[in-house]
C-alpha cells in the first residue's frame, strides 16, 4: 500500500511520527521532503517511569532513498527524556538541577 503526504500550497508542512514508531519507506520508493517541510520524530515514555523501570523509546524511520531539499528537515531534536525546571532531569541519568545545589568545578579549600 503507498500513501502520500503532502502540505497544501506553497506552505509549510509538517509531519509528526508518534513516539515508539517505526516507519519503513519500501526498497522501490524515495522519501521526499520539500518546500520547507519537516517530518518530527517522536519518543514515548520520556518524562515519567511504566511499572518503575524507565523505558522511553525513540521512533526509526528508515529509507534507502531519501531527498531532502534545502530549508526541509528530518529531525528528533528535544524529543528524548524530558528535563525539569531547576531540578534533576528524568530518564536513567537525568541531569543535575544546578539551580538547587550549586558547587563550583575545580576549586579546593
Do not use: F
Not at 516507519?23 to 515514555?45: E, F, K, R
Not at 531527498?67 to 528524548?80: K, L, M, R
Amino acid at each position: 500500500m503507498r500513501r502520500a503526504w503532502k502540505s497544501h500550497g506553497n506552505q509549510r508542512g509538517s509531519l509528526t511520527i508518534g513516539g515508539g514508531s517505526n516507519i519503513t519507506v519500501a526498497d522501490a520508493h524515495t522519501l521526499t521532503v520539500t518546500n520547507n517541510s519537516t517530518i518530527l520524530l517522536q519518543s514515548i515514555n520520556n518524562s515519567a517511569q511504566v511499572n518503575g523501570q524507565w523505558v522511553g523509546a525513540g521512533s526509526t524511520l528508515t529509507a534507502v532513498n531519501a531527498v531532502i531539499d534545502s530549508g526541509s528537515s528530518i529531525s528528533a531534536n528535544e524529543q528524548g527524556y524530558t528535563g525539569v525546571n531547576k531540578s534533576n532531569g528524568n530518564g536513567p541519568g537525568g541531569g543535575y538541577g544546578g539551580n538547587l545545589h550549586p558547587y563550583t568545578c575545580g576549586l579546593t579549600t
